[in-house]
């Protein structure tokens, strides 16, 4: 096949990548865009030859203007959308803030409206629905140590495969 059918035909998805932040009894991090009408991850758009992890620090730090250690990688959701294009879409560990880490965020000012640490519970009243379903799964993710594969938020592994039996 000539290249340029090849290259007409390879996948050129959008990326974006996260991460969740916790407290002291497991509530997770959400930030109040100015630009959007819900909740969402600290997090962003990858750049072009930018890596998932350094896109994640690099919007954490942007938005919340901290700098902490980014823990392991917890889901890669591939979400298709004939009228917004393909993305994967990217969840890190961003391990438990406490109130010493809470007390040095400095919202980005134009960015966002409010930073706070919200119950697994609202997820579903808070966020869009793609977005609950893959946050949930980041934070199952983490309970049980390994990193997650999803479509559109959803896993498609067998169960015996998840719990590897």
Known sequence: MPDNEHEQRMARPR?????????SVGRVLLVRPSYKPLWEIPGGYVEQGESPLAACRREVEE?????PDIGPLLVVDWAPSPAEGDKVLYIFDGGDLGSGGKALI??????????????AGALDQLLIPRLARRVKQA???RELGRTCYLEHGQQLLAQADRTGQ
Not at 15 to 23: H, K, P, T, V, Y
Not at 63 to 67: D, K, P, R
Not at 106 to 119: G, I, M
């Open 139 to 141: 934070i199952a993710a």
């Open 63 to 67: 938005e919340l203007g901290i700098t």
């Open 106 to 119: 400095r919202p980005a000012p134009r960015e966002l409206l409010a930073v706070e640490f919200q119950p």
């Open 15 to 23: 990326m974006a990548s996260g991460a969740l932040f916790f407290d």
